[in-house]
């Protein structure tokens, strides 16, 4: 492949401070060069490098590739019904989860990896070029093997999530379902996962339960990262920072023990603006996690029940406007964020060596995907120096 050159960027962000100025190391009238799917180098426009291939970016922004770290793409049928319930004032309960299984259990395999592909598309199209995919629609050992495998075909960040709750038929033996997310199930899926994850939260798992799922996944070589602290303060947290957890996620009851404790680790919080605001629930300050020191993540966390988005724009604008952050650090957070949260360093970046994974606003400035909410400002994006 050959090199190419990307000119007329108005802001470069590359999220390397030694590279520019800010939280987001941002290059003004900047330049990039991709050579072999990586980028080969960054800096003001009027030290670029000759480069024979030339690419105009409009005098947009460019910045690195959206990173979502949590989705939950592998699924069938929808819940709108439940959607329009609490809109019109029902509360939100995990219970919602079963309708889920019970389409997806029912769905064949071409219908699952179709779904997977059309709401990936969606994702690329808004800019994301990394993701992350849950199982926890199966929930028996075929169908939670099936979730992975249909989930590895598009991405190596696949989470196995049998105990995302306990299904219906176990509903009088929550031991005997743990025995079996432990056991059979856990070995039927780890080949087809990195992560393991868990709901430890009212209505799903309690921190005893959490801890015996995690642990039995590191026995196996996973990396565990949790969902926690959404519906109420909870252990979610705490656990996820003793088990050394890449992320935890929701976040959005926290008690100042619970933020000290994040603050002195290497566990990311992801926040999930879209749950928030598809439940009608209360947002997480990211401010205090912020102010506190603590890495912070958003992403989509696109699930039919709860947060039926793939826009990043739009979680990053819910982000700036509910929970406080700046345009800059929700900007950070959708990319260098979610990168953390995947223990990736390839990605989330503009850095020579970093992948090619890069994406052209037509607004100049990152923060316009805030100040313009709702408009599709993503003109372009590329992976692995590709445009896609
Ligand atoms: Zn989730």
Not at 274 to 287: C, L, M, N, Q, V
């Amino acid at each position: 492949m050959t090199a190419f050159l990307v000119e007329d960027i108005a802001l470069l962000v590359t999220n390397d401070p030694a590279a520019g100025a800010g939280l987001l190391g941002s290059i003004s009238a900047g330049a990039l060069v991709v050579e072999s799917g990586r980028v080969a180098w960054t800096g003001p426009a009027v030290r670029a490098p000759a480069c024979d291939v030339r690419i105009g970016a409009g005098g947009g922004a460019v910045l690195p590739g959206f990173v979502d770290s949590h989705t939950h793409l592998v699924f069938a049928g929808d819940r709108l019904g439940d959607f329009t319930g609490r809109m019109t004032g029902a509360p939100y309960s995990p219970a919602g989860i079963s309708a889920t299984v019970a389409a997806t259990r029912a769905a064949p395999d071409e219908v699952l990896t179709a779904n997977v592909a059309r709401l990936l598309a969606e994702l690329r199209t808004g800019g994301v070029t990394t993701v992350e995919v849950k199982s926890g629609y199966g929930l028996t050992v075929p169908d939670e093997a099936r979730a992975l495998a249909i989930a590895r075909m598009f991405t190596d960040e696949t989470t196995f999530l049998g105990a995302h709750v306990v299904p219906a038929e176990f509903a009088g033996n929550r031991d005997a379902y743990l025995e079996l997310v432990t056991g059979p199930m856990l070995a039927a899926a780890a080949p087809h996962a990195r992560w393991i994850d868990v709901f430890c939260d009212r209505g799903a798992f309690d921190e005893a339960e959490a801890r015996r799922v995690c642990t039995a996944g590191m026995a196996v070589g996973l990396t565990p990262r949790l969902h926690g602290n959404q519906l109420e303060p909870g252990p979610g947290v705490r656990l996820a920072v003793e088990l050394g957890a890449a992320s935890v996620d929701h976040c959005t009851h926290l008690t100042d023990d619970d933020v000290a404790a994040l603050a002195g680790s290497a566990t990311v919080a992801t926040l999930l603006p879209g749950a928030e605001f598809s439940t009608r629930s209360p947002y997480p300050d990211a401010r205090r996690l912020f102010d506190a020191g603590v890495t912070v993540a958003i992403a989509t966390d696109c699930n039919p029940g709860t947060s039926y988005t793939t826009s990043m724009s739009f979680c990053i604008a819910l982000a700036v406007r509910e929970m406080r952050m700046s345009p800059a650090e929700a900007v950070w957070a959708a990319t260098a964020g979610g990168a953390r949260a995947l223990r990736r360093d390839d990605v989330g970046v503009l850095r020579p060596g970093s992948r090619a994974d890069f994406l052209v606003l037509a607004a100049p400035d990152p923060g316009y995907l805030a100040y313009r909410p709702g408009v599709p400002l993503v003109a372009g994006v590329w992976k692995d120096g590709r445009r896609i």
